[in-house]
């Protein structure tokens, strides 16, 4: 049975459908892609350390207390990584919503 078209929606509730599930989209492409760039930064910056231990070329007394700044970094990165999965699950369930709505 066809539908009506007093049972389809205005070209305008469309528009503003495909706007919202575009934002979505951009919204969580941008999110992947500053998560990449945080994970570049990350992967750098520990090879940086791990080749060159002190950052004036001396040795570090230290280096105890750095190893337990590094296992303190890795978990507070393991944490921003759950946080950061969270929200991009919500955003997919977000896009599924969309996706059953534009149907």
């Known amino acids: ?3 009506s078209p007093k049972n389809e929606p205005s070209l305008e509730v469309l528009v503003a459908r495909f706007a919202y599930a575009s934002a ?7 999110m992947l892609g500053t998560i990449s ?3 570049a930064l990350r ?3 520990e090879a940086t350390a791990s080749s060159n231990p002190s950052a004036n070329g001396r040795t570090n007394p230290n280096s105890s207390r750095n190893n337990s700044s590094n296992s303190s970094n890795n978990s507070m990165f ?3 990584a759950e946080q ?3 929200q991009m699950d919500e955003l ?3 896009l ?3 996706k059953k709505m534009m149907s």
Do not use: H
């Not at 979505?24 to 941008?30: C, G, H, I, N, Q």
């Open 78 to 80: 393991y944490f921003e």
């Open 43 to 45: 992967l750098v910056e």
């Open 96 to 98: 599924k919503r969309l």
């Open 1 to 3: 049975m066809n539908k």
């Open 37 to 39: 760039a945080g994970l």
């Open 24 to 30: 979505a989209v951009l919204t969580l492409s941008d």
């Open 84 to 86: 950061m999965q969270r």
């Open 92 to 94: 997919i369930l977000e």
